[in-house]
């Protein structure tokens, strides 16, 4: 399995900025995207935002032109820059790698989560 280390939530208020980093350890041949999601309780998980191993960057409508995701393959590390934060940013945001374990072997695998909360 694929180890996903979340690090740099916490507590901001609205209009601050965070960022969150996601460092991928462990076996594997070579990763594909890395993204964050986020889930409100009792919700599904949502995507925010994937980069591609080319920089391909995919946001969603609501963080768009206010979050910017980032990567650094050499260290297979992903950053999501958060500005101009909003109350209704508040979730759990979750790390997320897709990639070859081994040749023909894929994997698809979650960091623990981490909570982001933007008080109004």
């Known amino acids: 399995q694929v180890q996903l280390v979340e690090s740099g939530g916490g507590l901001v208020q609205a209009g601050g900025s965070l960022r969150l980093s996601c460092a991928a350890s462990?076996?594997?041949?070579?990763?594909?995207?890395m993204g964050w999601y986020r889930q409100d309780p009792g919700k599904q998980r949502d995507l925010v935002a994937d980069?591609?191993?080319?920089?391909?960057?995919k946001y969603a409508d609501s963080v768009r032109g206010r979050f910017t995701i980032s990567r650094d393959n050499a260290k297979n590390i992903v950053y999501l820059q958060m500005n101009s934060l909003k109350p209704e940013d508040t979730a759990v945001y979750y790390c997320?790698?897709?990639?070859?374990?081994?040749?023909?072997?894929?994997?698809?695998?979650w960091g623990q989560g981490i909570q982001v909360t933007v008080s109004s």
């Open positions: 980069i591609t191993s080319g920089g391909s960057a």
């Open positions: 462990g076996r594997f041949f070579s990763i594909n995207t």
């Open positions: 997320n790698a897709e990639g070859w374990r081994a040749w023909g072997i894929r994997f698809n695998d």
